[in-house]
């Protein structure tokens, strides 16, 4: 499995720095400053061909691929107490007002915390992912994106920032 995830991170890797998976932004007048972002991470088993741990189509102000890399767990107690940590990488372009502003691809460790009941039904749960580097028009970008689960209905929405360079 780690060989796999391996793999798929470099080959994510090559496609981006090839310019090859990402259109061109449509207004590169809207690059720069920090840009609000909101939507919802759908569950999909591959996303442009290619599949990881856990991977997600992103509607909203990121369209493209989530991709999980790797992950370990933290904590995991007998109360449902649960906690893990790890990279994932985003591959698309963050869209504003239905403009592309920014596309390539960037890299983040994440931090999930959760609850979960006796029968291992999730109660709660939320990510945070720090941006740790970037490729293409994220070069340089900064910013957060958070998860939260919605276990009622099995979505997964996500808000944030991303500051370009």
Same mark, same amino acid.
């Given at each position: 499995?780690?060989?796999?995830?391996?793999?798929?991170?470099?080959?994510?890797?090559?496609?981006?720095?090839?310019?090859?998976?990402?259109?061109?932004?449509?207004?590169?007048?809207?690059?720069?400053?920090?840009?609000?972002?909101?939507?919802?991470?759908?569950?999909?088993?591959?996303?442009?061909?290619?599949?990881?741990?856990?991977?997600? !189509?992103?509607? +909203?102000?990121?369209?493209?691929?989530?991709?999980?890399?790797?992950? $370990?767990?933290? *904590?995991?107690?007998?109360? @449902?107490?649960?906690?893990?940590?790890?990279?994932?990488?985003?591959?698309?372009?963050?869209?504003?007002?239905?403009?592309?502003?920014?596309?390539?691809?960037?890299?983040?460790?994440?931090?999930?915390?959760?609850?979960?009941?006796?029968?291992?039904?999730?109660?709660?749960?939320?990510?945070?992912?720090?941006?740790?580097?970037?490729?293409? !028009?994220?070069? +340089?970008?900064?910013?957060?994106?958070?998860?939260?689960?919605?276990? $009622?209905?099995? *979505?997964?929405?996500?808000? @944030?920032?991303?500051?370009?360079?």
């Amino acid at each position: 499995m780690k060989r796999k995830a391996t793999m798929i991170v470099a080959l994510l890797m090559v496609v981006a720095s090839l310019g090859l998976a990402m259109p061109a932004s449509a207004s590169a007048s809207n690059k720069g400053g920090t840009q609000q972002i909101g939507g919802e991470a759908i569950p999909v088993d591959t996303c442009n061909g290619l599949s990881s741990l856990f991977t997600f !189509e992103m509607t +909203g102000s990121l369209v493209g691929c989530w991709y999980t890399n790797g992950y $370990e767990v933290v *904590q995991n107690t007998r109360s @449902g107490v649960y906690q893990e940590r790890g990279t994932e990488t985003f591959v698309g372009c963050l869209v504003e007002d239905g403009v592309e502003v920014a596309c390539g691809s960037f890299d983040t460790t994440y931090k999930f915390t959760a609850k979960f009941a006796p029968d291992g039904a999730e109660i709660h749960g939320r990510c945070q992912h720090p941006l740790a580097s970037g490729l293409e !028009e994220f070069l +340089g970008a900064t910013g957060r994106v958070d998860f939260k689960d919605v276990v $009622e209905t099995g *979505q997964f929405f996500y808000r @944030g920032h991303i500051d370009l360079a």
